[in-house]
């Protein structure tokens, strides 16, 4: 059980297009969702809490205008990175709580803005 | 805010040899997870600790939580080269009501064969 599914696993767009990235709970449903970005060999660094209903919780620094969080149901979150830039390309992870089995992290999605 | 720091960065063993990572929060935590990451892919839940001074084991590897609940190790028996990836621990933050978890710097594992 405690499966997270996130995609697209790879994308790569054009500078100042918008890309969506979706994460599903598969079997379990999940008031709170969280949004990760990860660097090159780099740990993972929180950007916000997504809150299924209300508005997502932003960590200090990240655009909320340029990190569009979705929680329409108990069971999807997405990601929108508007207007990307090349800085924006990044390793970005999505991870809900299941009870005893800790955080489950989806496969990722690795963003390459040209 | 909650800083989480992992040691080494880096180590590299020969096949057999034993391992061990560390984790210092600068806050007290009301749990440790361990997380594992393969290369090129995402982190998979190894294992929470929740009470001071917990020890816990799966096969070869034992987590440890401190007495403080603030630092945590785990350590890797025999390392074979399955055990290859980043390990990283993350905890949350005692009494803030914070939901998220704050990850380590994370400690990558090399096994030579």
């Known amino acids: 059980g405690a499966v997270v599914s996130q995609h697209p696993s790879r994308v790569i767009c054009k500078s100042g297009t918008s890309v969506k990235i979706e994460c599903r709970s598969l079997d379990f449903q999940a008031t709170t969702m969280f949004w990760y970005r990860q660097f090159p060999k780099k740990s993972l660094m929180l950007m916000a809490t997504s809150n299924e209903g209300s508005k997502a919780t932003y960590e200090q620094g990240v655009e909320k205008d340029k990190f569009l969080i979705n929680h329409a149901s108990l069971t999807l979150s997405t990601l929108t990175v508007t207007s990307a830039h090349p800085e924006d390309s990044s390793f970005y992870i999505c991870?809900?709580?299941?009870?005893?089995?800790?955080?489950?992290f989806g496969s990722g999605t690795r963003l390459t803005v040209v | 805010g909650q800083q989480v720091m992992q040691i080494p960065q880096y180590q590299h063993v020969q096949e057999g040899e034993d391992f061990t990572t560390y984790c210092n929060s600068s806050t007290t935590l009301s749990n440790i997870q361990w997380y594992k990451q393969r290369p090129g892919g995402h982190p998979v839940f190894l294992i929470q600790l929740v009470k001071s001074g917990e020890v816990k084991k799966q096969k070869r590897l034992t987590f440890q939580f401190g007495e403080a609940k603030k630092n945590s190790s785990l350590h890797i028996t025999a390392t074979q080269t399955t055990d290859v990836g980043t390990y990283f621990c993350a905890g949350k933050e005692r009494d803030t009501g914070r939901r998220a978890l704050t990850f380590g710097s994370g400690t990558r594992l090399q096994v030579q064969p």
């Open positions: 991870s809900a709580r299941n009870g005893d089995y800790g955080y489950t």
